[in-house]
C-alpha cells in the first residue's frame, strides 16, 4: 500500500447522505464522528481504511493520534509459536512519520517496540513533539535475550523540554539505564507513569520531579535506582501516588512526605519495606496498601515479627485516611502481629474499608488454621487481634473473593457489632446463587451496632 500525502487543498472527504447507498450506513455520520472513532484504532488499521473509497483515501493523514505496535506486523508461527519480526514495521512507521512533517498538530504518540532502535526512536519523537504533542507512550523493549543492553540510553531531550506535554508514559523493559539531560522543563505536565525505568544518578528522581511544575499523578512500577542514598519523592502539587515495587541498593531508602495526596497506592515486597519510609500525609483521603511475601520463603517467627513492625511503621504515615484497601497478602501479614491494635495507629477518619478475603493461609501454616478453647468455644486465632477494635466511625465496608468459610462469617459478625456507624455493608464475587442466599441467611441473625446498615450480598 502506498502511502502519500494529501493534496494542499483538503478535499470533502464524506458525501452527502442523499448521494449514498442507504446500506452504506457509515457514510452517514459525520464526518468529525467517524475521525473521532478511527483515532482510537492503532495506525496500521487506520491506514487501511484508505481502500475504502476514494473519498477515504486520505482520511488518514487527518487523525492526530498514533499508534504503532510492532506486535501487528509479527508473523506468527503455529508449529514452534515463535514470532519473527517483520521489517516491515519499520518502514511503515518511516513513512508515516514523513507524511505526519507535513502535520501541524500531533495530539498523541504511542510506540511499542520490541528490539528497538533508539536512532529512529529519537527522529519519530522529534517529529511528533514539534507538533504540539500532548501524550507521549513509549513501551520499549528489548527482547532478544535477557542480558540488558551494554549502554546507556539517551532518551530525545524535547522529551524533556515540552510546552506541550500533558501525559508521559515510558516503559522500558530488559533495558540499561537512561541518561536524563541537565536541565528539564515540562511546564504543562500532569501525568507520569515510569515502569521498569532504570535511573543513574545522585538527585535523578528529584531532578525529573521539580522540572514537572503541575504534576498531579505519577506512576512509577518496578523502577531501579542506582548511586543513590536517599530517594525523596515529594511534590507540592501531586494528588495520586502510585509507587510500586520500587528497588534501591542496600544502603539506601525512600521517603515519601510533605504531599498533599488524595489518592496512594503503595505495593512492596516485605524484603523491601524497611528501606521505605512514609511521612504524615495529612491530606490522604483514601489508601492501598499492600504487602507481599516470599512466595516459597521460609518465616521465622522473628522475621515475622520484623515484618510487621516494618509495616507498623508505615501504617503510621497514613493514620488520617478515610478510605482504606487491604488486600489478602496484607491481611494475612497483619494477623501475625502480636498486640495488633495496640502497635498500630488510630485511624479516627476511617469510614470506609474494603478488604479481601483471607481464605488463602499457604504463608501461614504455622499460625492460621490453629484455634484456641475460650469459655468453652473454639475461636481462631485471627481474630483474636480484633476483638478490642474500635470502628466507631466506619461506615462502608466492601469485601471481595467472599466464600461464606467460618472464619469469614465470623470476621464480618465481629464489623456488625462494633461498628455503630456503618451504613453499608457489600460482599461481593459470590458465583454461586444458592451461597449467596445460604450466606443471606447467616448474616440476617447477626448482631448489629448500627440499625441502618444494610447488607447487600452480590
Not at 349 to 359: A, E, F, P, V
Amino acid at each position: 500500500m502506498e502511502l502519500t500525502a494529501p493534496p494542499i487543498k483538503r478535499q470533502k472527504v464524506l458525501h452527502d447522505a442523499e448521494n449514498v447507498n442507504g446500506n452504506d450506513c457509515i457514510r452517514f455520520l459525520p464526518e468529525s464522528v467517524v475521525l473521532n472513532i478511527l483515532s482510537y484504532l492503532p495506525t496500521k488499521f487506520v491506514v487501511q481504511t484508505s481502500v475504502v473509497s476514494k473519498d477515504w483515501r486520505y482520511l488518514w493523514t487527518f487523525i492526530p493520534r498514533l499508534d504503532f505496535d510492532d506486535e501487528l506486523f509479527r508473523i506468527h508461527r503455529k508449529k514452534n509459536k515463535k514470532q519473527i519480526e517483520n521489517p516491515k514495521f519499520v518502514d511503515f512507521v518511516s513513512k508515516v512519520m514523513k507524511v505526519q512533517d507535513e502535520a501541524r498538530y500531533v495530539e498523541r504518540f504511542r510506540l511499542r517496540w520490541s528490539h528497538f532502535d533508539m536512532s529512529l526512536v529519537k527522529e519519530w519523537i522529534n517529529v511528533t513533539v514539534g507538533k504540539n504533542l500532548k501524550e507521549l507512550d513509549l513501551d520499549l523493549r528489548n527482547n532478544a535475550s535477557v542480558v540488558k543492553l551494554p549502554y546507556a540510553i539517551g532518551l530525545p531531550l524535547c522529551m524533556f523540554n515540552s510546552d506541550s506535554l500533558v501525559s508521559m508514559k515510558l516503559k522500558l523493559f530488559n533495558c540499561e539505564l537512561i541518561v536524563l539531560p541537565t536541565s528539564i522543563c515540562l511546564n504543562k505536565l500532569k501525568k507520569l507513569h515510569l515502569e521498569g525505568v532504570r535511573f543513574s544518578g545522585d538527585g535523578a528522581i528529584q531532578k525529573l520531579l521539580s522540572g514537572c511544575p503541575i504534576l498531579e499523578s505519577l506512576e512509577m512500577v518496578g523502577c531501579q535506582i542506582y548511586d543513590q542514598k536517599v530517594v525523596e519523592i515529594t511534590h507540592p502539587s501531586l494528588r495520586n501516588l502510585c509507587v510500586r515495587h520500587i528497588y534501591l541498593p542496600r544502603n539506601s531508602v525512600i521517603k515519601i512526605s510533605n504531599l498533599d495526596l488524595l489518592f496512594f497506592k503503595y505495593t512492596v515486597m516485605e524484603c523491601n519495606m524497611k528501606n521505605n519510609f512514609i511521612y504524615s500525609l495529612s491530606s490522604l483521603t483514601n489508601a492501598y496498601f499492600e504487602v507481599h511475601l516470599q512466595p516459597c520463603g521460609s518465616y521465622s517467627r522473628k522475621r515475622y515479627n520484623e515484618c510487621f513492625n516494618n509495616a507498623r511503621r508505615l501504617f503510621s504515615g497514613l493514620s488520617s485516611i478515610r478510605s482504606l484497601t487491604l488486600p489478602e497478602s496484607t491481611l494475612q501479614m497483619l494477623s501475625l502481629g502480636q498486640n495488633l491494635l495496640e502497635s498500630l495507629p488510630c485511624f479516627y477518619n476511617l469510614s470506609k474499608l474494603m478488604l479481601t478475603s483471607l481464605r488463602k493461609r499457604d504463608y501461614f501454616q504455622p499460625r492460621i488454621g490453629a484455634v484456641i478453647m475460650e469459655d468453652g468455644q473454639e475461636v481462631p486465632t485471627e481474630l483474636l487481634c480484633l476483638e478490642g477494635l474500635v470502628l466507631n466511625h466506619l461506615k462502608e465496608v466492601t469485601i471481595s473473593c467472599f466464600w461464606g468459610t467460618e472464619v469469614e462469617l465470623e470476621f464480618l459478625k465481629l464489623i456488625l457489632r462494633k461498628a455503630s456507624a456503618l451504613q453499608k455493608l457489600i460482599i461481593s464475587e459470590t458465583n454461586d446463587s444458592w451461597k449467596r442466599t445460604e450466606i443471606s441467611r447467616k448474616m440476617a441473625m447477626f448482631e448489629k451496632a448500627s440499625a441502618s446498615c444494610t447488607i447487600s450480598v452480590l
